[in-house]
């Protein structure tokens, strides 16, 4: 996946955007109570075959239909830093990203791109939920998950599921760059829970979680 994406631009400061995993906030939307999610959020636009332009910071919103554990509300997210935003390494995953799901929607003339920094944490008496809402679709076009880093953690399996809930397949992310690339209309997806390996440790999974939505 690296060398996939580095024919759309360079990653030199691949391992200070990752290191940015060490600055994102708690989530405090979760409807289960649940700590262990923290995370930073951004939206961009991009024009067909122009690079994508970050907007004003906005909440985000999915409908309970799409998240019937956290859906329904506009939430409200730390934004991802200016920064992280600007970096080498977003630019060229967005453009890697944008430039295959043009060539699945080659009539596609406008995206809508929203930016999620994840970082599921997991302790001996809670263990992390990555799709906390279950097995789900996230109400867009395509989506990319890509993983940043692993650390003293098991399980984390991803497995995707035709319309009718039939699973097609599963993997586990488990090295950088590791990535899932989602035609949302088409299938469900999910991830299992994540539990510490050492329970005297720090244990988290964190993730790249870009969704693009055709806004033609």
């Known amino acids: 996946m690296r060398e996939l994406l580095e024919l759309a631009g360079p990653l030199h400061d691949w391992d200070a955007f990752a290191e940015s995993w060490n ?14 999610r923290r995370r930073r959020h ?3 636009e991009a024009q067909a075959g122009q690079a994508a332009r970050r907007l004003a ?7 309970r239909d799409y998240n019937p554990l956290n859906g329904g509300v506009a939430r409200w997210f730390a934004p991802v830093t200016e920064s992280t935003g600007n970096s080498a390494s977003l630019r060229t ?4 990203a ?4 043009e060539s699945l929607a080659p009539q596609a003339s406008r995206w809508f791109i929203e ?15 990555p799709t906390p809402e279950g097995m789900h679709r996230d109400g867009v076009d395509y989506v990319l998950v890509m993983l940043v880093r ?9 497995s995707i599921h035709d319309l009718e809930r ?10 950088p760059f590791d990535a899932a690339l989602v035609e949302d209309s088409r299938v469900f997806h999910g991830v299992t829970p994540v539990e510490p390996v050492d329970v005297d440790l720090p244990a988290y999974r964190d993730v790249l979680v870009a969704t693009f939505r055709r806004q033609d």
Do not use: C, K, V, W
């Open 23 to 36: 600055d994102l906030e708690i989530d405090t939307h979760m409807a289960d109570g649940g700590r262990y």
């Open 42 to 44: 951004a939206t961009f």
């Open 57 to 63: 910071h906005a909440p985000h919103f999915q409908t």
């Open 93 to 96: 995953i967005l453009a890697a």
């Open 98 to 101: 944008q430039a295959l799901f």
């Open 115 to 129: 930016l999620h920094q994840f970082r599921i944490e997991a302790h001996a008496d809670q263990f992390g939920q």
């Open 150 to 158: 692993r650390h003293n953690i098991a399980s984390g399996t991803t």
């Open 166 to 175: 039939r699973e097609l397949g599963s993997f586990t992310l488990s090295a």
